[in-house]
């Protein structure tokens, strides 16, 4: 299992992100974004396989960005 450090994404104060991407028995990569506000987790965003590491990070990176936009955006309605 190979951690992401959360710094990397530019999320609004108050949000972090956990990402775990582990190489599978297939040799693609997969795993889970934790995203947390102020400490209280909110979401676990499953990440499909993908090819290489770098790939499924940049994925988990694009779906984390965007679960907090929508959330950010419904909190406002």
């Not at 991407?21 to 909110?42: C, D, E, F, M, N």
Request: charged share 20%; aromatic share 10%.
């Amino acid at each position: 299992m190979m951690k992401a450090p959360s710094h990397i994404l530019d999320l609004p104060d108050g949000w972090t992100a956990d990402f775990e991407i582990v190489r599978t028995l297939h040799g693609s990569y997969a795993g889970i974004a934790r995203l947390s506000l102020s400490g209280v987790q909110k979401c676990a965003l499953v990440i499909t396989q993908q090819l290489t590491w770098d790939g499924a990070f940049e994925r988990a990176c694009a779906r984390a960005a965007h679960f907090v936009r929508e959330w950010i955006s419904s909190a406002r309605e």
